[in-house]
């Protein structure tokens, strides 16, 4: 595709991802409102009471509190634009604010699928090497498992931003261009880009492949070698405990991956724009989200530190 005389690397970019919407602004805004505000005093809480109560002071837990705190960053980094954007008639932002959204946004959303694929690995110690586990994955080494992750994740969200900086868009005679969608996300720019985004494409399938990959064999590794230790085990009520301990993480695991794997590794012909919004509403909203809620509902140690945090009893020292 040919560049207009009139293409820009840093032109101003319209976000009109809900401009089509059947919904009336102002109750999308109340919806998304609460959304972010449920999101942030729920993953706030777990912070805090991963933080406060001794019970919670286990390396499963410390990977969550980590888990949260990006989720926390992830929402924060596409929500209150989208807010700003809903009460506006110009949801505008410029191509600097554009790509650093897409830099923080690629960051903390690379970081969560690599911090969900270490948690797989703290279960499968936990399952497989009990004896071993508060050993084998101390406060050190999952220190050094999450600061990987973000590592690994700035790295690799370099190079996409490195790619999208050559490239031209083409706007309108105001010199705006539209994208349909709520945020700076990676396919929206590439669709409306007039340059040769081969590289970009390529990049995504066989870099991104293989860091979403990565990740995935070693839960499904995980996971295999958890269930064959599980059947063995002596008692149902082992098993039964056992199951439990990684229900809440396997149901994050298929919600956080599917969406990620339906936005990004399809070819372009067969990922619609609406499509990309729904998937991007569950990845960078409900997911955030559903996080806490998942993680504790159905966790007696953190209702128990939850119902201390209230007052209601004691916690212990």
Known sequence: MGCAANASHSPVFLLLGFSRARVAP???FLLFLAIYLITIMGNVTLVLLISRDSRLHSPMYYLLRGLSVIDMGLSTVTLPQLLAHLVSNYPAIS????LAQFFFFYAFGVTDTLVISVMALDRYVAICDPLHYHSVMNRQLCAQLLASCWLVSIVHTMLHV??????????DVEGNVKLPHFFCDHRPLLRASCSDIHSNELAIFLEG?????GPCALIVLSYVRIGATILRLPSAAGRRRAVSTCGSHLTMVGFLYGTIIWVYFQPPSQNSQDQDMVAA?????????ANPFVYSLRNKDVKSAFRGLLGWRRVDP
Do not use: Q
Not at 95 to 98: F, I, P, T, W
Not at 281 to 289: D, H, R
């Open 162 to 171: 490195g790619l999208l900086l050559p490239l031209h868009w083409a706007g």
């Open 281 to 289: 509403v569950m990845y960078t909203a409900i997911t955030p989200l």
């Open 209 to 213: 492949g293989f860091l979403m990959l």
């Open 95 to 98: 191509a600097a604010r554009c």
């Open 26 to 28: 102002s109750l999308l």
